[in-house]
């Protein structure tokens, strides 16, 4: 049988995908992270609590920059929120078990270290304007390859954030008997709708997409861990087990098994989260803030609300409820887990979460891709760049919703690739500015809580005489 063009261009991409995204960078993102919370004395773990407090209640005058934190904070999670928070899940635990999960919470763990970092590098050179461009080209000194950034970035938009998103949100909508064609017209018309606004519009409308649809998916996923609750000992038992390989070992199963495991849940974790990519950097240097270290709190919100809450929550659901041994896949695994505590309902549900989620990612993506697009054209005619892009990204819309996608599958994995190399080779030249402004903020909070240690002293002692 003779192979087409089309078919060998799919495998040569593949097997570089494979090649690139091997243990290597795996470990290399993961490794990352835990060198960077080393260096930042494990402030993202340790205070974690206050972190996302202050980022989500933090009170800053957002009158002067392009949008707003809360619009910051959303756009970046509509990007990252996409099909990866349930289908990725499900693929997750198909291919690497249920220690797979253990190792995507590691990642996300880990990976608020860098996020934090990468963040604060953005907002303390967002004066040249660019997100991670900024500190690629002024920090680092590499003008060149942060024109290279900006352009892998573009192209990855049509990609990760659009082409694919359209056609899981097409493969949604035909649980309704709703064809690709038209799926394909609503969605590229309601794209162009919103894109053409401008960025502002986006981060408008991820703003109201994003809170509702996560605390929707969230209740429906709340009522089947609280239905089969007396069994959650059992299943983080389980996870843990499968993570180190206990299971494994009793079973007289090969390394290889743990290995997949592991690789699993530390790929999907940064599929999931997007740290170390510098995406999220291109959206928090939107905002008028001037405080670097507020952008990272922002950062670490971002991912702890993705990857910690709701990944998490897919994946309790899917291993309580036992739908990871029910034979069915992806999409199907997350309808039939869900239908357990909410019936027949899930049948709507899931797809519906589905169509909103991937939705609010390629919305996401586009304020990513057009932020690179005045980056790359910012010395000729950015007006009409950005002009042509939305027509190309409305269009990518449409084709993606009713055309068959390895290619472009693959291409962006791609891409993703060469943008994570060159970011984070980047943020770990420039960590000591992010780690030195971290170090500052832990100084004076150390010194407010000994000031009012000593002030309670003072107070008790002039009581008690």
């Known amino acids: 049988m003779q192979i087409s063009l089309y078919d060998t261009i799919c495998n040569i991409i593949n097997k570089l995908n494979n090649l690139l995204w091997g243990y290597g960078t795996v470990f290399l993102v993961f490794g990352a992270g835990i060198f960077f919370t080393i260096r930042i004395k494990f402030y993202n773990i340790i205070h974690i609590v206050h972190i996302v407090k202050t980022a989500i209640t933090g009170n800053r005058n957002t009158t002067k920059g392009n949008i707003s934190h809360f619009q910051a904070l959303s756009t970046a999670l509509a990007a990252s929120m996409g099909t990866g928070n349930i289908i990725g899940v499900a693929a997750a635990i198909s291919m690497g078990g249920p220690g797979a999960i253990f190792w995507m919470w590691v990642s996300a763990i880990f990976g608020t270290a860098t996020g934090m970092i990468e963040n604060i590098l953005g907002t303390k050179y967002q004066n040249f304007h660019g997100g991670p461009m900024s500190y690629i080209s002024k920090g ?61 519009k986006v981060a408008s409308a991820a703003e109201k997409l994003i809170p509702v649809v996560s605390l929707l998916y969230l209740s429906g996923a709340i009522i089947v861990i609280v239905l089969f609750g007396n069994n959650i000992i059992n299943i983080l038992k389980l996870i843990f087990s499968s993570a180190i390989g206990y299971s494994q070992i009793a079973g007289g199963v090969c390394g290889a098994v743990l290995k997949k495991s592991i690789t699993t849940g530390l790929r999907r974790g940064i599929f999931s989260n997007e740290a170390g990519m ?188």
């Not at 694919?164 to 309601?190: D, K, R, V, Y």
């Not at 519906?352 to 996401?364: K, P, R």
């Open 140 to 200: 680092a000194g590499f003008p060149r390859l942060a024109i290279l950034y900006g352009i892998l970035c573009t192209v990855a938009s049509f990609g990760i954030g659009n082409m694919t998103q359209a056609n899981a949100l097409s493969a949604a909508m035909s649980e309704f008997g709703i064809s690709p064609l038209l799926t394909g017209l609503i969605t590229a018309a309601l794209c162009g709708a919103i894109i053409f606004g401008g960025g502002k």
């Open 278 to 465: 510098g995406s999220s950097v291109l959206v928090h240097t939107e905002t008028d803030s001037s405080d670097p270290l507020h952008a990272g709190m922002l950062a670490v919100t971002e991912i702890v609300i993705d990857t910690l809450i709701c990944c998490t929550a897919t994946a309790f659901v899917i291993l309580l409820t036992g739908a990871d041994a029910s034979g069915t896949e992806g999409l199907a695994m997350v309808t039939a887990a869900f239908r357990h505590g909410n019936g027949n309902f899930a049948g709507i549900f899931i797809p519906v979460c589905t169509v909103i989620f991937a939705f609010c990612t390629l919305l996401g993506w586009y304020f990513y891709g057009e932020k690179c697009v005045i980056y790359v054209f910012k010395n000729g005619n950015s007006k009409a760049a950005v002009f042509a892009y939305k027509l190309l990204y409305t269009a990518a819309a449409f084709a993606g919703a009713c055309a068959e996608l390895t290619l472009v599958w693959n291409t962006a994995d791609l891409l993703n690739w060469f943008m994570l190399i060159i970011n984070l080779g980047t943020i770990l030249l420039l960590n000591g500015e992010a780690v030195e402004i971290v170090k500052n903020y832990t100084k004076g909070i150390n010194c407010i809580k000994k000031s009012r240690i000593k002030c309670h002293f003072v107070k008790r002692n002039n009581f008690t005489k």
